[in-house]
Every structure is written in C-alpha cells, then in structure tokens.
C-alpha cells in the first residue's frame, strides 16, 4: 500500500511487478487525460506542440540510458521490434555466429534463432551456470566468427545482474557487436555501458510507462551499416518535404521511424521520465536495491531457496525464491487474489519492488504470501 503520491493503487493491492508492467503514476494518467481532451477538442490544431514532448522524451531517454546525443535514439514499438531491426539489418553471412544464453527472455532468444534457417548463421546459446562467473561462460564462446553478443542488463526470472562493463570491453577487444536489453535496468538503475553499440529497452517496465514506446539506441558507426527495411514519411532527412524526389534516410536514429509517431505514449512516457528524473536516479537505484535486500531477508527467514544472487553488484530490483512443495502457479493464483501483484518465474515467485514501495508494502506482502502458503499446506 504505498504512500507515494504519485502512486495511490487501490488499496489492497500491493504492487510488485514492475519487471512484468508496471504502473503508471498519477502525472502519466494527467498527461495522457489533459492529450486525450486535448486530441477531443482541439485535434491536432496544436501539433507543433506534441512534437516538442517528443523531443523532451528522446532528451530524457538519452539521458536514462547514458547515450550523450538524443538524435542516438530511436523511438520503437517494443524491444522485440528493435532487436528485429538489428538482426535483420545486419548483412550475414553463413557460418556467421550469434551468442546468446539460456535465461534470456524469449525476445532476446527467439529473433536471433530466425537468423539460422534464413542466413545460416550459427546461434550457440551457452549455459550462464557453465563457469565460474556468467561472463567466463559467454567471453569462452566468443570466437572469430562471432559477430554479435546480445545480453540483457539483467535477467528477467533469476534477476542475474550481468558485468556490462565486462562483457563490453570482452566484445570491443574482439570487434564484435554488443547489444545490449536494458529493460529490466533503465528507470530502476544508474545505466553506463560504454562499449554498447546498441541499447534496447521497452518503456512498460521500471520506467513506469505505457506499454507499446520505448527506446532504441545504436551508436553512429553501426547505424551506417544496418539495412533498412521499413520506409515511409517519417524517417527521411528532410522530414516534412513531401514532394521531395530524392529524399534519403535521415542520418539520426529516426530512420529507424518509418511512421507516424506514437505521440500518447509520448505523452505518458515522458511524464514518467520526468518523476524519475526528478526523484534522481540515485535515490531510486538505492531504494530499488534496498527493497530487494528485504526481500532477500524475507525470503531467508523462511527458508526459501533465493534463485536471485544476493551480492549488490549481481541484483537489481528482481527477487525471485522457491517454496519446498508448493506449486508456484497455485501460489501465484492465490496472491493475485489475495492482492498482491508477482510473477511465476523460474519455478518459483518473482517479486519485484520499485523505490515507492515501502517497507509496510513488503511487511504485509509476506504477511499475505505466509497466508496463502499456510492455505496451500493445509
């Protein structure tokens, strides 16, 4: 039950998804209400002004994900559609490889095994358990075949946190491609990754947007090398020039923006950009880390087998715990009806807590979960 005005949830809801969808907070829903009004009575008479939130919106993203020019970023769908535009912007050639790894979200699995039939290009996919440490296990796969090593930042079910810097500086020594999924990082995490050429994250999650905008970016020198293969008004150079001949793709990220622009989730998002800007990226990742050390605790007092590494350096805001002999979806069903909002991941139950919630928030949490254990064992 979370006292944050931003975030006043029904009361017996007690919010612990955001690495599923996580809320929107009261100044998004303003920002989508006072467009939609805006939209009802007035059309797009004030058009030049939703432009200027977009460009708010690219300015804040750039700044959450580090990249120092906002022309580096592409507004997306989703990440699946930004990882879509890399795999099949690049030209492959058989025997090509592809690294990737065995907890990874099926976004960052599936679009890269398209490419075997299409291309022949290899996909090794390597166990991160394999090795002393995750990175040992995929810097030992890379070979001179390798083209690109995709990672998301943090894993989705285990809540592993990767060594970005790494696993970078491993691809930059190389001359392979690093792309990286941040959407489990950006908006709960100060995010840095040096040696990324490419940075992927849908806005749904800890950014607390809508979901179907996020963010894509891809550094000036693999931009020039990606084929395209989606065109239309919105992503050439002279962006507005409609009767121009020869027109080209514009020399920023929007060419990856064939289309008009999803300017309510533009709307929404840079709202929600705003809030986590203004609380501080500091504050949050503190809280965030905090939150899921509680957990942590929570989880070992029960004797609960934590699936999530408990170092401050492998975590983000992802705890995620096995309960001896209870079955995780009949756990789930019931806190969803007891109120609280988790996951089912990696056989057990997945919490995961933003900076709002507070310690009351867990407390009654795990108050309402040893309930509903107590009901299942009964």
Not at 317 to 335: C, N, S
Request: glycine share 8%; hydrophobic share 40%; with cysteine.
């Amino acid at each position: 039950m979370p006292n944050h005005p931003q975030f006043p949830h029904d009361q017996d809801i007690i919010y612990l998804n955001h690495a599923g969808v996580g809320p929107w907070p009261k100044c998004a829903s303003e920002a989508v209400q006072a467009f939609a009004s805006e939209c009802a009575s007035r059309g797009a008479a004030d058009y030049p002004n939703w432009i200027t939130v977009e460009t708010r919106l690219r300015q804040r993203l750039s700044r959450i994900m580090g990249v120092r020019h906002e022309e580096d970023i592409a507004l997306i769908p989703n990440t699946s559609a930004g990882l879509s535009i890399i795999a099949f912007g690049l030209d492959w050639q058989p025997g090509d490889e592809v690294v990737i790894n065995d907890q990874e979200f099926p976004s960052n699995r599936w679009v890269w095994q398209a490419l075997e039939k299409r291309f022949g290009v290899k996909v090794k996919q390597v166990c991160l358990d394999s090795a002393p440490t995750p990175e040992d296990a995929l810097i030992s796969a890379l070979t001179a075949k390798t083209r690109i090593l995709p990672v998301s930042s943090v894993q989705y079910g285990s809540g592993l946190r990767m060594d970005l810097e790494r696993l970078g500086s491993a691809c930059h020594e190389r001359g392979i491609i690093f792309c990286v999924d941040a959407i489990q990082s950006l908006g709960a995490l100060r995010f840095a990754s040096d040696y990324a050429s490419c940075i992927v994250a849908d806005g749904h999650k800890w950014m607390l947007g809508p979901e179907g905008l996020g963010a894509m970016y891809i550094s000036p020198a693999l931009r020039e090398r990606l084929n395209l293969h989606q065109f239309g008004w919105h992503m050439v150079e002279h962006l507005g020039d409609f009767k121009r001949d020869n027109w080209q793709p514009a020399q920023s990220a929007r060419r990856f923006e064939p289309g008009s622009p999803n300017l309510l989730g533009a709307h929404a998002l840079e709202a929600s950009l705003r809030l986590i800007e203004q609380t501080g990226i500091d504050e949050i990742e503190r809280d965030v880390l905090a939150n899921a050390q509680l957990n942590f605790e929570m989880a070992q007092q029960r004797d609960f087998e934590l699936v999530t590494p408990t170092s401050t350096t492998r975590h983000a805001g992802i705890a995620t715990f096995r309960i001896p002999d209870i079955d995780p979806e009949q756990l789930l069903a019931e806190l969803r009806n007891g109120g609280v909002a988790c996951a089912e991941r990696c056989g057990g139950i997945r919490f995961s807590a933003h900076f709002y919630n507070t310690r009351q928030d867990l407390g009654q949490a795990w108050q309402r979960l040893d309930e509903c254990v107590d009901r299942l064992r009964d």
